[in-house]
């Protein structure tokens, strides 16, 4: 079956403008999550919902972030104001639910370039 | 806050050689742990996860190990090939649903 997918691929974009990110699970997985990863670096958790609801958004780094899951299948990474320490490669991963057996599958990443 | 780090960063090998990662996490109390592989401009590929009851997961060639108390994995790749060149991650899950990074080792597998 398909796996997760994001769209775009590439985001360049000017300081100050707002962007969107879209991530599309894999189907029937209720977990998903957001993830950013800066050159040279691993990934950092950002937010994870369950379901539609954020349950976790401790790693936000900021009030200019915001992710929506509105009907428990799609995301959208939502940034405002964007700034040029936000360049950096935006992941999203889903799972069938959580637990210790759950594995995180993630997709191909959206690289976002702020000028 | 969990803490992961992978050493070496980097590493060469020559084609048939044996691979060994390693990842170490200070925080022992953990739900899971996981290892990717990434390949340039790419996403991350789930290659093996380790259970927290569990001592090591096998696939194929590749194997991992979990030591808790000493806070160590080890990812063993045996009779390595130039496709098997990718950076590998380590990822702790610390609860049931937060992954901790490390940063990587990055392997290259000279043919």
């Known amino acids: 079956g398909a796996g997760v997918s994001q769209t775009p691929s590439n985001k360049v974009t000017e300081k100050g403008k707002y962007v969107e990110l879209r991530c599309d699970p894999i189907?029937?997985?209720?977990?998903l999550y957001w993830y950013r990863q800066s050159l040279g670096q691993g990934p950092e958790f950002l937010i994870y919902?369950?379901?539609?609801?954020?349950?976790?958004d401790s790693g936000l780094p900021n009030d200019r972030f915001f992710a929506v899951r509105p009907e428990g299948s799609v995301s959208t990474l939502k940034i405002q104001r964007t700034e040029r320490g936000d360049s950096a490669v935006y992941l999203c991963?889903?799972?069938?639910?959580?637990?210790?057996?759950?594995?995180?599958?993630f997709g191909p990443g959206t690289r976002l370039t702020v000028l | 806050k969990q803490e992961v780090t992978q050493i070496p960063a980097a590493l060469s090998v020559p084609e048939g050689e044996n691979l060994v990662l390693n990842c170490s996490f200070t925080?022992?109390?953990?739900?899971?742990l996981q290892w990717f592989r990434q390949d340039p401009g790419k996403g991350l590929t789930s290659l093996l996860l380790?259970?927290?009851?569990?001592r090591e997961q096998t696939s194929g060639r590749l194997n991992a190990s979990l030591d808790k108390s000493s806070g160590r994995s080890t990812l063993y790749i045996a009779a390595s090939q130039p496709g098997d060149s990718a950076t590998y991650l380590c990822?702790?899950?610390?609860?049931?649903?937060?992954?901790?990074f490390g940063a990587g080792t990055t392997v290259t597998v000279r043919a």
């Open positions: 919902f369950q379901g539609t609801g954020a349950a976790d």
């Open positions: 189907s029937g997985h209720t977990a």
């Open positions: 380790i259970q927290s009851s569990q």
């Open positions: 925080d022992s109390a953990i739900y899971n």
């Open positions: 991963a889903s799972s069938p639910g959580t637990g210790s057996g759950n594995e995180q599958f």
């Open positions: 990822a702790v899950g610390s609860n049931d649903y937060k992954l901790s």
